[in-house]
C-alpha cells in the first residue's frame, strides 16, 4: 500500500457528469501534485499546489478544476470531459520545493468517460 | 531533441539475469535523478534516487548518473519475476516542482 491514498479507484462517468477525485497523504508533505497517464505513456504533470496555493498549473482545460482545502488534502473536480480525458490519474506529494524532494505517488483513479 | 530520452523496450530477460536500464538527457540543470517502478495498475513507486554524478546501492538495484555525459543507469542484479514492470527515469532540477519522466521501459524476467 502507498503513503498517498486516492477515491475511488475507478469512475466511469458521462460527459454531462459532475464527478471529484480525492487524494489524501499523512506524512507531513506541503507539495500535492495531479498527474494524467494515458496508457503506455508517461505521467504528464496537471496541477501542482505548494503550501496549499496553486503554484502550477500546465495550462490544463477548464474542465479540470483541482482544490486543496487543506495540507493533507488534494481534490480534482470534473465535469463536461470528454471521451479523450479518460485516463489514469495520479495524485503524487512531496515534502516541498527545494533541494531534493522525490514525490510520492498513490495508486491513481481509472477514470472512463462514456 | 526531447529533454529525456529512454529506449521504451520492451525488454525480456531470464531469471538471474543483470539488466541495465539507461536514460539521457539534455537539460544542464538536472541535479536530482529518480528511478521509478510502475506495475501494471498501479502507480509509480519511488526505487532509487541520486544526486549529481556517481553510484548509489541499494540491494540488487544501482543507480548511476554521468553528468558529463549526461547518461543515467539503473542496473538490477539477479533479477527476478517481481521485476517485471515499467521503470521511468525521471531527473529534476533542484529547485524546480517538475519531475521530467522518461517514456519508460518495459521489462519483463521470465522465470
Known amino acids: 500500500d502507498t503513503e498517498v491514498t486516492q477515491t475511488p479507484k475507478h469512475l466511469v462517468m458521462g460527459m454531462t457528469n459532475k464527478k471529484s477525485l480525492k487524494c489524501e497523504q499523512h506524512?507531513?508533505?506541503?507539495?500535492m501534485y495531479w498527474y494524467k497517464q494515458k496508457a503506455k505513456k508517461p505521467p504528464e504533470l496537471m496541477f501542482v499546489?505548494?503550501?496549499?496555493?496553486?503554484?502550477i498549473n500546465e495550462s490544463v482545460p477548464s474542465r479540470f478544476s483541482p482544490e486543496c482545502p487543506n495540507s493533507s488534502l488534494l481534490n480534482l473536480h470534473l465535469h463536461a470531459l470528454q471521451p479523450e480525458d479518460s485516463a489514469l490519474y495520479l495524485c503524487?506529494?512531496?515534502?516541498?520545493?527545494?533541494?531534493?524532494?522525490?514525490?510520492?505517488f498513490g495508486n491513481g483513479t481509472r477514470l472512463t468517460v462514456t | 531533441q526531447k529533454e529525456v530520452e529512454q529506449d521504451p523496450g520492451p525488454l525480456s530477460v531470464p531469471e538471474g539475469a543483470i539488466v541495465s536500464l539507461n536514460c539521457t538527457y539534455s537539460?544542464?540543470?538536472?541535479?536530482?535523478f529518480m528511478w521509478y517502478r510502475q506495475y501494471s495498475r498501479k502507480g509509480p513507486e519511488l526505487l532509487m534516487y541520486?544526486?549529481?554524478?556517481g553510484n548509489k546501492e541499494d540491494g540488487r538495484f544501482t543507480a548511476q548518473v554521468d553528468k558529463s555525459s549526461k547518461y543515467i543507469s539503473l542496473f538490477i542484479r539477479d533479477s527476478q519475476p517481481s521485476d517485471s514492470a515499467t521503470y521511468l527515469c525521471?531527473?529534476?532540477?533542484?529547485?524546480?516542482?517538475?519531475?521530467?519522466f522518461g517514456k519508460g521501459t518495459l521489462l519483463t524476467v521470465n522465470p
Open positions: 503524487a506529494s512531496s515534502h516541498g520545493q527545494g533541494t531534493y524532494s522525490p514525490l510520492h
Open positions: 506524512m507531513g508533505h506541503r507539495a
Open positions: 499546489y505548494s503550501y496549499e496555493k496553486l503554484s
Open positions: 537539460n544542464s540543470a538536472f541535479q536530482y
Open positions: 541520486t544526486y549529481s554524478s
Open positions: 525521471a531527473p529534476k532540477e533542484g529547485s524546480n516542482y517538475k519531475l521530467t
